[in-house]
């Protein structure tokens, strides 16, 4: 009897030892695990709802709608200058960058092409909402993974470029600072009716160049402490692999889409800035993982930092607006322009029928396709992988939901 | 004096040091971490330097309501902390805090101190499970599988500082040390960290684990588990938790600086002086402790739970039989 | 040594309230309805004799049985539940079991033998009031020394139970999971 | 992971510019029409080619990307917003815009379905990204994809009646404070006894 036990026994031993996972031999019960609408690391009202067994989760199915706000039916309400006001609240981490797209697709559209020196702020903008934006994801990102001190490194220079964009447009995080046709003359930049506009604020490049020193040394000092931890190398290096053919496939873009090793950047692609003025690289990652995500953001600061700088060296003068109608109507035709977001493509769909609002305005948002993937991505994986692959796909349920 | 009574005197100081430890190494760990991060700290309470801010609160704590649960099993619910706080009273009695200062010593101290110390796991377990949550629940898991892992390194570790002292009482490891080099007729003693750094190193990092600190705070791990078996606790039952991991931290740090530091000991010093100088002595070298393992808790991010596991049963144990092996025969060869 | 000496003694006084302490979680053990509070109990229980063993001076018996009983075996017992059946908050699953008789006459069996063992042995000997218990080094001697062997087979004994568990416990995989098993 | 350096010269990927090469050669590989969308390139089909014509576009076009799919109301009645200025049939337009990350170019595909019980093949064999996408359409215009497998409200609680995005869908926050913004600029208050 003993032997006969001990031969049945030892091969599912050996195997066990092997496979080093117990929960297939022992009966466990599945749990659902609620996790979210409000959790700490979900990023606002995501939920997932998880079968688990023990710690493995088996399906995962992605929750959303609680933060749906109907941009696409109001916008069908409103003017084209008041959409903007809108669509700044899509993604509020980068919100300058949301209106770009849109304001170009009206530009174009109308057939008005901003002056230089408009643009040349728009790009500057744009890159510091993505320092910022990826500044967010840098604190945030090892927060997930448990180490709460980048958060404070990242955040005390987001704080510096936030406190740039509201210097020229007033509002940090909702700025509606773009018009059709160029942007508005920056706050306290005087009267508007003088030939000698001063657009920008006294000081603003040179701080600006200040600032972006700032960033790139915070940008050394975040890699000596996050990508020297050997706990999150341990945490991220080949968690939660993205094949380039599956996120292409479901639509995953901007660093995502990087990270898998597609060097595909609308900047490159797309006009809808003078991006071509520039020197800069597209980081590309190679595994696709968790530490790829986070590393080509990071590399993306540096990036954008040096955009900033070229841009403030070399920006033109100039008026800051084109002549347009006062009331402003859009001529009957439809375009789709899209944009490199801090968080991806995003653009929008814009149907006119030359009325003062859009018959139809539909927003393709970067997060919205970038979490479609989750329910592929979290099959099979450990509870805390949930959150560090989560994490690392950088959305905003803003942006998710609109 | 009866020895019981002069365990109930002792428990009564415990009873007082245990919230005071508590605090001082809660605004310890608030400005530590602050300055670490850029950043000030607490700053107005008190007047200077924000130093009631712990005492704030304390008293904040005392007066939230205290919840329990609809779904919990309440007895069970409401003893949990209670225990976890038994087993950090428990290990104060056995510490020496300078000759002749230890309140029991016990022959069998160091054992004494593992055993009681393994009765807070039963209380978070019961914390875990009685909350009725399913948070909770992992994350009562998480610590019992924890705990149970580290526990082995843990007395493993201490193996090696008892075959070299031959005693486990925790008077007798520090008089061990005193004396190491006394038959040489040499007045130098030896601190035991010296020949046990491996030790040491095992030790530490199976009582952070122990402790549930970054990076071993799986079973609270609130990115994942919102607060894991805390999370259904509130006002004072929170308060006891949070003090408990402090007043742990406290005492796992002074048996490590008894153990391997040469605890109330410094070299040179006369007994007669070490009587007052013993507690500020140890006192020191249990901030020594505290100070890396509030540093490490600012610098890490989490393991995941098979990783840690991983390196439990892989790395420490198996470093730690090794070191039992080689101080045998460094025992036996001098 | 009559009633009276008895009662005069504080030290028996505390004995008393331990050991009835003991026998009631004990009994609660075996009568509550609830696994969890079960094991909980069993806690007490063996919190109790370990208070015991130390009135008896034995002070490396009680913190042994603290140490392995309350701190892992417990531990396990609870982890064990928790992972398996999973009742969180109150559970209302009853854990009564018809044959009750068979079990108490096995366990009033059991007792009989045992006092049967330590009375034929002990009965007549009266022992001196305990002052110091035996050196943890004897202990450790006779542990090492003249009982290695029945300390040895102990050890076998409890790798086989070790094995035992895993192997009630496990459950059979069909062919198709077996093959899914092997592919990862 | 390495750093590429950023293409200097502007692929004119969009199709926009001279010969709309990309529309008309995509239009030509799935057999539809070139619709006029200022620079961007749209294809229409009809509606029972619908998968054949994104698989053409994914295999033969190289267009691997799922960027988005939405759909258009046209109807001469819109409870919400502006009147068209010109009639038109009242249908569904969807759209389906995928594209390529190699080149960069995009192209919509469009397809007409009818106004009543609007139904189409669903994409997510060709494009898991679809899921989601057509679960929005599903939700927002009533179309009904034949073949996804997932039937439920992405966003509105699954007992939600009606599809908000369609026009006859009345924005109840109108219906009950007319919007003030319609004069976009007011007239402003007069400051410090004002110039």
């Not at chain 1, 059709?180 to 306290?188: M, R």
């Not at chain 1, 970067?366 to 949930?386: H, K, M, Q």
């Not at chain 4, 819109?78 to 995009?106: I, Y």
């Amino acid at each position: 009897m003993g032997e006969e036990l001990e031969m049945t026994v030892a091969p599912d031993m050996v195997r066990n030892l092997a496979g080093a996972a117990v929960s297939v031999e022992l009966e466990t019960p599945d749990m659902t695990l609620n996790i979210g609408p409000q959790h700490p690391s979900t990023h606002g009202v995501l939920r997932l709802v998880a079968k688990v067994d023990g710690e493995r989760a088996f399906d995962v199915q992605p929750v959303i709608g609680y933060m749906h706000r109907g941009y696409e039916k109001l916008s069908e309400v409103r003017t084209y200058p008041q959409i903007t006001a809108l669509i700044n609240r899509i993604d509020w981490v980068s919100g300058y960058a949301n209106e770009i797209p849109f304001i170009v697709a009206a530009e174009r559209l109308m057939g008005v092409e901003p002056p230089e020196r408009a643009q040349f702020i728009r790009l500057i903008l744009t890159e510091m909402a993505r320092i910022s934006s990826h500044l967010v994801f840098q604190a945030s990102y090892p927060l997930e993974l448990g180490a709460a001190t980048p958060l404070f490194f990242a955040l005390r220079d987001r704080e510096r470029v936030l406190d740039l964009i509201e210097m020229v447009t007033g509002g940090r995080f909702h700025p509606n600072f773009n018009r059709i046709g160029g942007v508005k003359p920056a706050v306290g930049a005087g009267p508007t009716t003088r030939k000698t506009i001063q657009d920008l604020p006294a000081g603003f490049l040179a701080e600006t160049r200040d600032a972006m020193d700032r960033v790139l040394s915070t940008a050394d000092q975040l890699e000596d402490l996050v990508a020297g931890n050997e706990i999150v190398l341990a945490r991220t290096k080949g968690i939660g692999i993205l094949p380039p053919e599956v996120a292409i496939a479901y639509g995953v873009s901007g660093p995502n889409l990087r990270a898998s090793g597609v060097g595909f950047d609308l900047r490159n692609v797309s006009d809808y800035l003078p991006y071509h003025l520039f020197d800069f690289q597209v980081p590309v990652g190679e595994a696709g993982d968790c530490w790829d995500r986070w590393w080509v953001r990071l590399e993306e600061i540096r990036q954008s930092a040096s955009i900033v700088r070229q841009a403030v060296d070399s920006i033109p003068s100039g008026p800051l607006q084109a002549k347009v109608p006062r009331i402003i109507k859009v001529p009957a035709g439809e375009i789709y322009v899209r944009a490199e977001n801090p968080k991806g493509e995003m653009g929008y769909y814009v149907v006119s029928d030359g009325g003062l609002g859009p018959y139809r305005l539909k927003i393709r948002s970067a997060s919205f396709s970038n979490i479609s993937i989750l329910r592929w991505a979290l099959e099979g994986t450990l509870v805390p992988d949930i959150i560090a692959i989560m994490g690392s796909l950088d959305f905003v349920l803003g942006d998710v939901d609109r | 004096m009866s020895p019981w009574l002069a365990l109930a005197i002792w428990l009564l100081v415990v009873a007082t040091i245990i919230p005071v430890m508590g605090m001082a190494i809660g605004y310890a760990e608030m400005k530590i971490s602050a300055h670490m991060q850029s950043r000030i700290g607490p700053y107005f309470a008190g007047g200077r330097f924000g130093w009631a801010q712990l005492i704030a609160d304390g008293v904040k704590f005392f007066q939230k309501e205290d919840l329990v649960p609809d779904n919990a099993d309440r007895p069970v619910f409401k003893m949990a902390p209670v225990l976890v706080m038994v087993g950090t009273v428990g290990l104060f009695v056995v510490i020496p805090f300078g000759p002749g200062l230890t309140p029991q010593n016990l022959d069998l101290g160091i054992f004494y101190a593992l055993a009681i110390s393994s009765i807070g796991t039963i209380g978070v377990l019961m914390a875990g499970w009685s909350s009725g949550n399913k948070y909770s629940l992992i994350g009562g898991l998480r610590a019992a599988g924890q705990l149970i892992a580290y526990e082995l390194p843990l007395v493993l570790a201490v193996v090696g500082v008892v075959i070299l002292a031959g005693t486990m009482s925790l008077d007798g490891i520090v008089q061990a040390q005193i004396s190491w080099f006394s038959e040489a007729g040499w007045a130098w003693g030896m601190p035991f960290v010296i020949v046990q750094a491996v030790g040491l190193g095992v030790f530490f990092i199976a009582s952070l684990a122990e402790l549930s600190r970054i990076p071993f705070d799986m079973p609270i791990a609130e990115s994942e588990l919102v607060m894991g078996y805390l999370t259904e606790y509130s006002g004072f039952r929170f308060l006891f938790f949070f003090l408990a991991e402090f007043a742990n931290m406290f005492t796992l740090s002074a048996i490590a600086a008894t153990l391997f530091l040469g605890g109330y000991w410094v070299p040179g010093v006369p007994d007669s002086i070490l009587q007052f100088v013993g507690p500020l002595v140890l006192l020191g070298k249990i901030a020594l402790f505290v100070f890396v393992s509030i540093w490490l808790r600012w610098t890490f991010p989490r393991f995941r739970e098979d990783q840690l596991q991983t390196l439990a049963w892989k790395w420490l144990v198996p470093i730690s039989l090794a070191n039992i092996i080689v101080t045998g025969i460094l025992k036996v060869v001098i | 040594m009559g009633f009276e000496d008895w009662i005069a003694e504080p030290l028996n006084w505390v004995f008393a309230v331990i050991a009835l302490a003991t026998v009631v979680s004990g009994f609660r053990v075996v009568t509550s309805p609830n696994v969890v509070h079960a094991a909980l109990f069993l806690v007490a229980a063996l919190a109790g004799t370990a208070a015991l063993f130390l009135l008896l001076a034995a002070e490396f018996l009680a913190w042994v049985l603290v140490l392995v009983y309350i701190g892992a075996v417990i531990v396990l017992f609870l982890f064990g539940i928790m992972i398996t059946r999973a009742p969180t908050g109150r559970d209302e699953s009853n854990l009564d079991h018809k044959r009750r008789l068979p079990a108490a006459l096995v366990s009033l069996a059991l007792l009989a033998l045992l006092l049967w063992g330590l009375i034929s042995q002990w009965g007549d000997t009266t022992i001196d009031r305990i002052t110091a218990g035996t050196p943890t080094t004897v202990l450790g001697e006779g542990l090492l020394g003249r009982f290695v062997f029945p300390f040895e087979v102990v050890g076998f004994v409890l790798l086989a139970a070790l094995v035992g568990g895993i192997t009630i416990a496990r459950r059979d995989l069909s062919p198709a999971e077996e093959k899914e098993w092997e592919s990862k | 992971m390495t750093l590429s350096p950023s293409d200097a010269e502007m692929t004119d990927a969009d199709g926009a510019g001279e010969g709309n090469s990309l529309v008309d050669r995509a239009a030509d590989a799935v057999g539809g029409v070139a619709l006029e969308a200022l620079e961007t390139a749209k294809v229409g089909v009809s509606a029972d080619r619908w998968t054949q014509t994104l698989r053409i576009a994914r295999d033969d076009l190289g267009l691997g990307f799922f960027s988005w799919l939405s759909a258009i109301h046209w109807t001469n009645d819109p409870q919400v917003g502006d009147s068209l200025s010109q009639e038109v049939t009242e249908r569904f337009e969807l759209l389906c815009a995928v594209s390529d990350v190699t080149s960069g170019e995009l192209v919509v595909f469009s397809t007409d379905l009818e106004a009543t019980a609007p139904t189409v093949d669903s994409l997510i064999e060709i494009y898991p990204g679809a899921d989601w996408h057509e679960r929005e359409a599903r939700e927002m215009f009533g179309i009904t994809f034949v073949g996804h497998p997932c039937p439920e409200n992405l966003y509105l609680p699954n007992e939600f009646a009606g599809n908000p995005l369609l026009k006859s869908f009345p924005l109840l926050s109108r219906e009950v404070k007319p919007w003030p913004g319609d004069v976009d600029v007011e007239e402003m208050p007069a400051v410090g006894g004002g110039t």
